[in-house]
């Protein structure tokens, strides 16, 4: 079982930055392919970007790479998201997800999400 405790959303103007954190519990952490997920008003959940359990291997949905970046420190069991240059199209609910799948370029969520946490971007 792993609970997973997200923060760090908020508003922000348009260029801006944000660090959105996920708290997980649990001593198997380190084991768990690690996410984050986003759900904008009237939209389905897209995925955002992933990192792999102990190789730290990353991957991005085309539209935040080379803005957002993906990081864990399984020491602090804490999985990040970096978010830079934001766009008013970035606003959405901000999900973490524990046991990802990954094969090529699709990425399947895994069976445990946090409560999400808000992002606001204003024009």
């Known amino acids: 079982q792993v609970q997973l405790v997200e923060s760090g959303g908020g508003l922000v103007q348009t260029g801006g930055s944000l660090r959105l954190s996920c708290a997980a519990s649990?001593?198997?952490?380190?084991?768990?392919?690690m996410g984050w997920f986003r759900q904008a008003p009237g939209k389905e959940r897209e995925f955002v970007a992933v990192?792999?359990?102990?190789?730290?291997?990353?991957y991005y949905a085309d539209s935040v790479k080379g803005r957002f970046t993906i990081s864990r420190d399984n020491a602090k069991n804490t999985v990040y998201l970096q978010m830079n240059s934001l766009r008013p199209e970035d606003t959405a609910v901000y999900y973490c997800?524990?046991?990802?799948?990954?094969?090529?370029?699709?990425?399947?969520?895994?069976?445990?999400w946090g409560q999400g946490t808000q992002v606001t971007i204003s024009s």
């Open positions: 649990g001593r198997t952490f380190s084991y768990y392919t």
């Open positions: 997800n524990a046991g990802l799948q990954r094969v090529g370029a699709r990425v399947d969520p895994g069976g445990y």
């Open positions: 990192i792999s359990s102990i190789s730290g291997i990353t």
